[in-house]
């Protein structure tokens, strides 16, 4: 129970501080809930290095393989909470479409996260659960790098683009990515794997739109901060600074283009943090060429690399035991 508290407060400091730095700047609130919230992650991971029965087993972090696959899929579940986020608004508040235009523009979206879950496991028979996740993380990233090119209010077809990439992608990681995950850690801890997996995504979730949503935020007050006219009423100056949201309810007291510029400010956001999870996607798939195993084609051959992983993640993670066949 202790360590369920410690961790749950450690991240909504962190995401806290996150999206106060947005809000205010780095002052020392966020400075003081960013320092506290990595002391209690510190204590947490130290707190589970002593107990006999931890709540995360941290040994498993010592198996390259493992690290690398809880990366893609916690990467997967942020691209897709963040992007979205700002997908959606940009439909309704820069596009103009109302609730029901935008809904109905995302089956499309669903369909190719359809086709992609469905397609996950033939390509893996055919090639490797590795080698199709790190494609998918490419897909992604080529997704993420249709959205900077997002300028103006006539990119649906752009957007619609970059979310057909980015769903199939996304799709063949969240398929597989949970049995390399397993699959990577010894054995006897595959539920302790499972349920690392599960907390991964989780944090990815809230970390996505935490952090993706504060650097769009960030820059969209930046840009906006002196943009409005000095003589515009207040309230309306003072919402059309905040979000984009407020800036299109205040239009009609604002000088006329006012909107046109809000538009383009929220649009650098999405460009912006866009382009710095593409990299960060291409990051993760370059080190899974290196750490992740490729994983065999056949039944025999997948016998023999288990036999073979087993041992390579038992000198990797030394007091893990893995059961050995007789």
């Not at 986020?85 to 979206?109: D, K, V």
């Not at 790098?145 to 799709?171: E, K, N, P, Q």
């Not at 794997?193 to 952090?211: M, P, R």
């Amino acid at each position: 129970m202790s360590s369920a508290a410690i961790s749950l407060v450690a991240v909504l400091a962190v995401i806290y501080g996150v999206k106060h730095a947005a809000e205010h700047g780095l002052g020392s609130v966020a400075a003081l809930a960013l320092a506290g919230g990595l002391v209690l992650g510190a204590l947490f991971a130290r707190r589970q290095r002593s107990l006999a029965d931890p709540l995360i087993d941290l040994r498993l972090f010592r198996v390259p393989a493992f690290c690398v696959a809880l990366a893609a899929n916690t990467l997967a579940i942020f691209v897709i909470s963040g992007a979205f986020l700002f997908i959606t608004q940009y439909m309704q508040l820069a596009l103009g479409l109302s609730a029901l235009e935008a809904g109905l523009w995302m089956p499309p979206s669903a369909g190719a996260f359809v086709a992609g879950s469905m397609l996950a496991p033939v390509l893996a028979r055919r090639l490797s659960a590795a080698r199709v996740v790190r494609a998918g993380l490419v897909l992604a990233a080529a997704g993420l790098f249709v959205l900077t090119r997002i300028d103006d209010a006539s990119s649906l077809a752009l957007l619609l683009t970059a979310s057909l990439l980015m769903d199939s992608g996304l799709a063949l990681v969240f398929v597989l990515g949970t049995d390399l995950i397993v699959g990577s850690a010894p054995p006897e801890r595959a539920g302790a794997a499972s349920a690392i997996s599960e907390t991964g995504a989780e944090l990815g979730g809230a970390l996505g739109i935490a952090i993706l949503g504060s650097i769009g935020a960030a820059v969209y007050r930046s840009e906006m901060a002196g943009a409005v006219p000095a003589d515009a009423p207040l309230a309306a100056a003072e919402a059309a600074r905040d979000t984009l949201g407020g800036a299109v309810d205040a239009a009609d007291q604002l000088p006329a283009g006012m909107l046109d510029v809000a538009v383009s400010a929220f649009t650098h956001g999405l460009q912006i943090a866009s382009g710095l999870t593409a990299v960060l996607a291409l990051g993760v798939a370059l080190v899974s060429a290196w750490l992740l195993r490729e994983g065999p084609a056949s039944p025999v051959e997948g016998a023999v690399a288990a036999t073979g992983a087993a041992a390579g993640d038992r000198a990797r993670c030394p007091g893990l035991v893995v059961p050995q066949e007789s």
